[in-house]
């Protein structure tokens, strides 16, 4: 944690009474008593505040010196004397507030860095912070509050709304973004698709790659994410959707609102994804697929058709979980069964 | 299509004749018929071209608004008597080519942003256009009517030949390109490789990366791909081969021309391909293997042998296609068999 | 071997005797006979000196003619009468040591590019190289004989020890890196993690990413991978650990000493990694595990459980080796069975 305290600063001073409230959660003590920040629960301190993420910490909770924990109603019993307990529905929602009590997010500075190169006919909305050596083609028009890192690229005629924050690195072009945007280190959002047509004779032609990319208010892309363009019309990713790092996000791939796509995820082009679908690290799905609203797909799995909404689905090629799991332990227990294997051959 | 006008900028206005002449179709009606753009099915006007990608799209052809449709000869039926219906043999090679019309690719400007930062001696060739806050090193020799984008960096001594186009963020190294080659923000070439030995009291010792990467002319590399140098000698892609986004290639790749690598596929180094190879999206090749012309490797494969040419494999570890189908599907019968999961072994 | 002179420039010209005492190996000969340079066994002249990865390069070695090949010692035998034989327990090795003295590692120039931003406030060590358009922020301590490429951003306070090496695109953030680490072009570090909660209306909100990343002395990281900073607390990776191309390291992932994690692998939140751990290409581990030293995960792999020290485990999910490649063999047996399909079922 000393490391972290570097990067961090000091932490605001915070009572007791505006953590509860924070939390949502009641105790008994001091409501002037001040804390002092947030750490986990091995290495809090009795000016600390900590959270206990489920019961696998148990053991840490039980030794934790931190001052106050948020705790689960059925791990309070563990909870240390010297400690407050303040009971939460929800541990690590609230432990969330609390913490940004402490240690709320960085504003927006307001200034533009000398070295970055801002085409004359770009708006740039009031309050906005653009970092040094960061590129802002002609006709973009960037919203207020917005945070725009070092060497960033945002192209001809993109727009982004109000509170967006563009990290270091990233490209945007082609590209509509809503407020409150977030795109983590290297994310690349608006290049051209992977389309191509085969001539007579055998030669690559590009596809015509002419579309864009909409995000919704709020939606996140990881660091070195993909999203191409459209090849005609838009590529979406929908309001509050979450994509982690190194995913891939094909030409035409539209998502509802609230997915979920975890490190390493592909996409291909043209699938539809209906609301709240998530999908595990590295999962794979094929192009002009439609996915419905509250899918889940395991980790690894290939999904290569359909999936109507709310089913579960793992394996590659994906199948519905049931399934699924019963031929892996079919198949594990074929792996596991200690005659030789040349006699485990069905008959 | 709102958003896409913005980014495309006004259509050029074609007649009928010239976009018959570039799809190769017939059609009656007045040549000198004016069309203002193209459109998805659903969304085209009277005065926009469109077509129909297959079957599958057989609904909103009925449907369409769109003055002009490309078809395959089965689909011409389905045409509107609204619309002309121009058949073709390749549709979206066809629909590609009368895109280009409307839109053709963006020329280098020829001019140097004052803010490129570019060695005294590299060469750049007539009609070549870098971005701002591009980095160009000693020795590197830029062809004519090249596209450097913004934030690149083209290393020491590297070649481009005439004609590529260098998106955002890319950095090539030790690398020598042919005409024509497109790499897409954030494409990494020539870097060193993932090679190294262990010493005897188990520390790793980086093995010498002293090689160079050679990209074919008219090869792609996509958003954020990753092209390791050689260790000894060059990493080569051969002519025509399209890599889409995160794709990793590793040291002393070798592919032949025109080969074809989905999102996020990794090739082990030294494995070589030869002429057409396909692999689908996050398929993997381990090392030193041979991969003949024209194999085709599903999704997510994973490849641990030499495949002979022409054939098809999937699965991990891949298979033939016919082997690996055919074990999915005993593994499907056993994971959705009625009867409970404990019964199934086989006896 | 053209294109490579072209990057290397003229190598140190090396006599025999020193090419022994770097090879840890005797033969006779000339000690004062000068070479001039590595290459392949197919393409190095009598001027060269070459070696011989393993007997499957045994046609090779046959035919060469390097003017020296280094050999283990049950391939020395057929090295041509033309070459000097060197006898080697481990060739690579020696000729990594071999090929350094031809080619020695790049030094730092020393020199701070006139367009590098650096804060004022930020300490850079001497001897340290800043490339071109450089971002440094404040507060930063940058050690000794560093190189700091083209275009990399080091965050605020960012601590990087003597000898580091970044390359070009790197942003390193809300890090301490330690002696000697090596960053490869477009490595992300210090972004933050993947870590949301959801509130009671289904929004979700982001969980707080308040930690750091610690890098150990000699860790390397490859070109465009990702290690995010904890959400408390530090991600780690452990000294001399070496990761490759396109790697994901999810937030407080913590590993030992020498771990070694092939292009493409995923390492999701908080798990822990012994010392010597090794995963193949494309391998995933689910979050929260523990995974003891000296383990190894084949590639494409789907860890979902806790490893025991020194186990190999294959397959998705991932199993014991002898089990997993069993339940293989089973599955290849009913694929390939030459009835049809619907006959395999097991009764």
Redesign the interface.
């Given at each position: 944690?000393a490391?972290?305290r570097?990067?961090?600063g000091p932490p605001r001073l915070t009572p007791l009474a505006a953590i509860l409230t924070a939390a949502g959660g009641e105790a008994d003590g001091d409501r002037e008593r001040i804390f002092e920040g947030?750490?986990?629960l091995d290495?809090a301190t009795p000016s600390q505040v900590s959270y206990c993420e489920g019961r696998?910490y148990k053991d840490a909770l039980v030794q934790t010196a931190a001052g106050l924990v948020l705790v689960a109603p059925d791990l309070a019993e563990f909870v240390p004397a010297s400690s407050i307990a303040v009971i939460c529905r929800?541990t690590?929602?609230a432990?969330?507030?609390v913490?940004?009590l402490f240690?709320p997010a960085p504003t927006p500075s307001g200034q533009i860095?000398p070295?970055a190169?801002i085409h004359p006919d770009a708006i740039i909305g009031a309050g906005t912070e653009i970092?040094?050596?960061a590129?802002i083609g002609a006709g973009a028009e960037i919203g207020r509050n917005c945070r725009i890192?070092?060497?960033v690229?945002i192209g001809?005629?993109v727009?982004l709304g109000d509170d967006c924050v563009i990290?270091?690195?990233c490209?945007v072009?082609?590209a509509?973004l809503g407020r409150g945007v977030v795109l983590?280190?290297?994310a690349?959002i608006g290049?051209?698709g992977?389309g191509?047509?085969?001539?007579a004779d055998?030669?690559?032609?590009?596809?015509?790659q002419?579309?864009?990319v909409?995000l919704g208010d709020?939606v996140?892309v990881?660091?070195?994410s993909?999203v191409?363009r459209?090849a005609?019309?838009?590529t979406v990713l929908g309001a509050?959707s979450?994509i982690?790092?190194?995913v891939?996000i094909?030409h035409n791939v539209r998502t509802g609102r609230?997915c979920?796509l975890?490190?390493?995820v592909?996409v291909?082009g043209s699938t539809t994804l209906g609301d709240?679908v998530m999908a595990?690290?590295?999962a794979?799905l094929?192009g002009?697929l439609k996915i419905g609203s509250k899918v889940r797909i395991g980790?690894?799995a290939?999904v290569?058709n359909d999936v109507p909404p709310g089913l579960e689905v793992l394996g590659?090629?994906a199948?519905p979980k049931k399934?699924?799991?019963?031929?892996?332990?079919?198949?594990?227990?074929?792996?596991?069964?200690s005659r030789p294997?040349a006699r485990?051959?069905?008959?």
């Open positions: 944690m490391d972290d570097r990067f961090l947030v750490a986990p290495s696998a929800d690590a929602l432990f969330g507030r913490a940004a240690h860095h070295s190169v970092g040094a050596s590129v890192g070092p060497l690229l001809e005629k727009v990290h270091s690195h490209s072009t082609h509509v983590h280190p290297g690349r290049q051209e992977f191509f047509n085969t001539t055998g030669r690559f032609v590009t596809a015509p002419l579309g864009s909409r709020a996140e990881g660091a070195n993909c191409d459209g005609l019309g838009e509050g979450r982690d790092n190194l891939q094909g609230g979920v975890v490190s390493q592909g291909s709240f595990g690290g590295q794979g094929t002009h980790a690894q290939g290569m590659s090629p199948a399934e699924a799991i019963r031929a892996m332990l079919v198949l594990k227990r074929l792996g596991s069964d294997a485990q051959k069905p008959e």
